[in-house]
Every structure is written in C-alpha cells, then in structure tokens.
C-alpha cells in the first residue's frame, strides 16, 4: 500500500490486488525516520484512475468472446497491466495520530510520501488506551481481522445507548446479548419485549435451563403481572390516566378526590372504584370521561382485586438488584395496554428509584414508539437518567427517535441499511462523521454493526456480533414454512 494523497481529514491510499483489505479496517501509515504515523480508517474502496484506463480497457475489449490465437507479450507488461488495472484506492478517513505510541486526536502532521509504510493496525490497539479491567470485560464479537473484541461493561454505564438497523439483521439478538453480559456482571435489567422475544434467555438452544436460567423473570400483565389497587400509588395512577389514556385536568382532580375517598375507606379496588364513579357528585362529562377511562383500565386486565394474584414487580425488581432481567411482555397488547403498562413500571421504576431502594437499572426498550409518548423521549433520556434508568433504545426506524436524542447518545451500534432516508438520518445523527456511517453500514452484513461512542473508545469498530446459546423466540410467524414442515 502507498500513500497517495492527503487533504483535511481524509487520506488516499493505492492498495494493491495482492493485500486484503475491507471497508471499515484501520490502517497505519508509519514513517519511520521522526517515528511518528497517523492511524486512518478505510471508509470506501474505489479503482484507482490511472491516466489511460479507460483507453487501456476499451482496446481489451473484445466482445466476451474468446478469440483463439495466442496473445503475444515479448516484454511481459500483461501482468503488470492487469496488476495496475486491478489496483484500488482506499478512501481513508484520518481517526488519530501516534507518537511513542501515544495516541492522540488527530494534528496536521503530513508523512513522507515516499518513505511512508502502510500496513494494517490491529483494533485492539485502538481499544487498549482504555483501561480495561479483567473483572468488566464483555465479549462482544469478533473484528474483520476476525480476533476477538471485548470491551468493557462499564461504557455501558450512565448512559444512553441506540441500536438501529433494518428488520432482521440483528439488534435484538444485540440486544440480549448486551443484556446477558450486564446481568453477568451483576446489573439490574428491565426489557420492554414488544414481541415476546427475551422469554428464552434463561435457555439454551435445546430449551434446557442455562446459567441465566434463574435470573430472567418474565412478567406477562394479565398473567403473572398483575396489581391491586392498593398496591400501586396515586401518583402512578395518575400519571396512567394523564399520559397514557389523556384524562384532562378537571377529571383528574376529581379522580384524586375518588381516590381519596375509597382509601379513607380502605376500600381501594377496582370494583369499588367502578360503583364510586358511577355514584358520584360530579358534572356528567367528568363523569363519562372517568368511566371510559376506568373501562380501558379493566380491559388492560393489569389491574385486580384478588391480592393473592397481584404479583410484586417491586420483588422482582429486588431480586434482579444483584443480577437479573425482569422481562415484561407486550405481546399480544392492545396499543393502549400497553401504553398502560410501560407507564405503570416505569412509574414504579421511579419510585423504587428515588427512595434509593435501587441504585439504577438498565432499561431495554424496543420500538418503543410503540408505547412511548413523543414527550416521554426527552424524560427519559434526561430527568430518568438522573433518578438512574440508563435506556437502551432498539429501533428499525431510525425516524423515531428525534435527532437531539442521537446526540446524547453515548453508543450506538448502527447495523446494515440499506434505505437513502434511513442512511441520511442516521449518518447526520450519529457521532462519526457523515460519510463514515454512510459508506460503511450500507456494506455492512446482517449480524454485522458498526459501533460507535465510549464502548469503543470513539474509533469507529465494525464487529460481527457473537452467537449466543439461548432459545430464540419470537421469530417471524411465517405461513409456507408451516406447511412445508
Ligand atoms: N450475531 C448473530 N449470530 C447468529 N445469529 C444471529 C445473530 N444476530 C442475529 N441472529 C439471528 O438472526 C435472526 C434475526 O435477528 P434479530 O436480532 O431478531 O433481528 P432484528 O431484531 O434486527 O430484526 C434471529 O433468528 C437471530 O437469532
Ligand atoms: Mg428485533
């Protein structure tokens, strides 16, 4: 490889047919004599236009036929006309510079072009500045190069994470993946599982109990996630009613009185509640608001009178304090059931939170558009992040989640798009440069991404995903491969 041209940030490098090289692979360009060298990332491959190709290739050209007779090369130039015609350019994009092998963000230094070598850098270089302890290693995959990438858990910590991609290429399995890993080291998992899919993550490919088998509550509302009304605040009630069925103010104060009155009484249920708003003094639109809002709340069937059903979520939670993941199960809901749900754990979440009975959990939110109000977006990210939920939010559409959130992400694990809308929005949102993202994840194959932010020390990484042994749920239901079988 040859240093070719430099201009700014990005790097030109001739690569010649005989040296493997992919997109998305760091190089080094290293002058020996001052003992410095600029670490560059191939972003894009291209042919190297060399004046005369296009002449060179015109002339070859004869039809695809085969033309018999023997091709005469007295000076021997085919090989090395091939060679050149074959050489390809290397769209680089600088990501540091190293001196005494110290690495540092990239300066103006310009190598020799003459004397220059260029030759691969291995990733775990780049990823060695952090100083990762044996104890918070996570497996995350493997690099190009085909070694080994761990990383360390504790990126993961405090922050916001983003895993976006098109449908089937891998971000749930990322997603569990990530999971298992935090709940090995010993962090509290809660996962808003849209279609069902973490319910196996306690087993292996054959269905047997695996390691994990004993720290993934699943919780499915109806089922076994149910709630007395006693059990759950007026707060979190409340916050059900406004957020998630939209009951307007004047309701909701007269709400608090009901409330009030059933728990002076200590007669909070729900079929208590039902005969107080029927029976109360109020204006009739109160009072059909309520009603229709106490309908959604039994159909939602999370909520119970019989206090030997109601399950504890704050148990779970407890139990999941030292290493676990509480699953709750969305499939099969209703659109407002769900809204219902996500709004009553993440109330109880906040509350366990702030009277420090948790130190933080790790919240898993897939397509979460689904269940979220636009303005819970910001809440989450900002004031939730405070009382100590750290999200992880895992879309195909890259479109939900507004651009001031991209910026506050800490990582994202971007995975192959092939979509222009879904390029442009990704690449303007995320942290590498524009180009980078775009050139990269379009070539990205499934179970590939491209990582990006502290979990990989700010260089961007492509890292193919490691398997995991769990059973997989929640695939795609599909109708010719039933009568196939
Ligand atoms: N790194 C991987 N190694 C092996 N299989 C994988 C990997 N990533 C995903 N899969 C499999 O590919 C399928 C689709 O993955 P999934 O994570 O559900 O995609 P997505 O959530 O992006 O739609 C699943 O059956 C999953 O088990
Ligand atoms: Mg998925």
């Known amino acids: 490889m040859r240093l070719y041209r430099k201009e700014g940030l990005n790097v030109q490098i001739i690569s010649f047919p005989n040296e493997e090289v992919a997109k998305g692979n760091y190089l080094v360009v290293e002058d020996r004599e001052t003992g410095r060298s600029l670490i560059v990332q191939v972003v894009d491959i ?9 002449e060179e290739l015109l002339r070859n050209y004869n039809g695809d036929s085969y033309i018999k007779g023997e091709d005469l090369d007295p000076f021997e130039v085919g090989n090395h006309i091939e060679f050149i015609q074959d050489a390809r350019l290397l769209i680089c994009k600088i990501r540091a510079s190293n001196s005494d092998g110290v690495l540092v963000s990239a300066n103006s230094w310009l190598p020799s072009r003459s004397r220059a070598i260029v030759k691969p850098f291995p990733i775990e270089k780049l990823l060695i500045q952090v100083k990762m302890h044996e104890v918070y290693s996570m497996h995350l995959g493997e690099t190009m190069e085909k070694k080994g990438l761990c990383v360390d858990v ?8 983003i895993i976006t991609g098109k449908k089937g290429t891998g971000k749930s399995h990322m997603s569990k993946l990530l999971t298992l890993s935090m709940v090995k080291h010993g962090a509290p998992i809660v996962v808003l599982d849209l279609n069902g899919e973490y319910a196996g993550l306690g087993k292996d490919v054959d269905g047997k109990p695996n390691e994990f088998s004993g720290k993934i509550h699943v919780l499915t509302p109806g089922k076994n ?8 605040k007026l ?3 409340l916050k059900i009613l406004v957020n998630a069925l939209n009951l307007p103010g004047t309701s909701a104060r007269e709400f608090r009185r009901i409330w009030s009155f059933l728990q002076q009484k200590d007669g909070l249920s729900m079929s208590n509640l039902g005969e107080a708003i029927k029976n109360w003094k109020c204006n009739q639109h ?3 608001a309520l009603f229709s809002r106490y309908y959604t709340l039994l159909s939602s069937r999370l909520f119970t009178d019989n206090s030997a059903q109601a399950t504890s979520l704050r148990d779970a939670l407890y139990k999941a304090r030292v290493g676990g993941a509480v699953v709750i199960n969305l499939r099969d809901i209703s659109t407002i059931g769900r809204h219902i749900v996500v709004e009553y754990v993440l109330g109880k979440l906040v509350e366990l939170l702030t009277s420090w009975k948790l130190r933080a959990v790790f919240l898993f939110a897939e397509e979460a558009h689904l269940y979220l109000r636009e303005t819970y977006w ?3 990210v900002t004031r939730m992040r405070h009382f100590g939920v750290f999200t992880t939010f895992i879309t195909n559409q890259p479109d939900t989640i507004r651009e001031n959130i991209y910026s506050q ?4 694990f971007l995975f192959n798009f092939t979509n222009e809308h879904d390029l442009e929005t990704i690449s303007r949102a995320s942290k590498a440069d524009a180009e980078t993202v775009k050139s990269v994840v379009r070539d990205l194959p499934p179970f590939h991404c491209l990582a990006l932010g502290k979990v990989v020390n700010d260089f961007p990484v492509v890292v193919r995903v490691r398997q995991l042994d769990v059973l997989a749920m929640g695939q795609t239901r599909l109708f010719f491969s039933e009568r196939n079988s």
Request: hydrophobic fraction near 45%; charged fraction near 20%.
């Open 286 to 288: 109160v009072r059909d």
């Open 46 to 54: 291209q042919y190297a236009n060399i004046p005369g190709i296009l």
């Open 409 to 412: 992400a800490d990582n994202l």
């Open 154 to 161: 504790r990126t993961l910590d405090g922050g916001l994470n």
């Open 378 to 380: 910001d809440d989450i």
């Open 225 to 232: 996630l149910q709630v007395t009304l006693a059990q759950l």
């Open 235 to 237: 707060g979190v009630m």
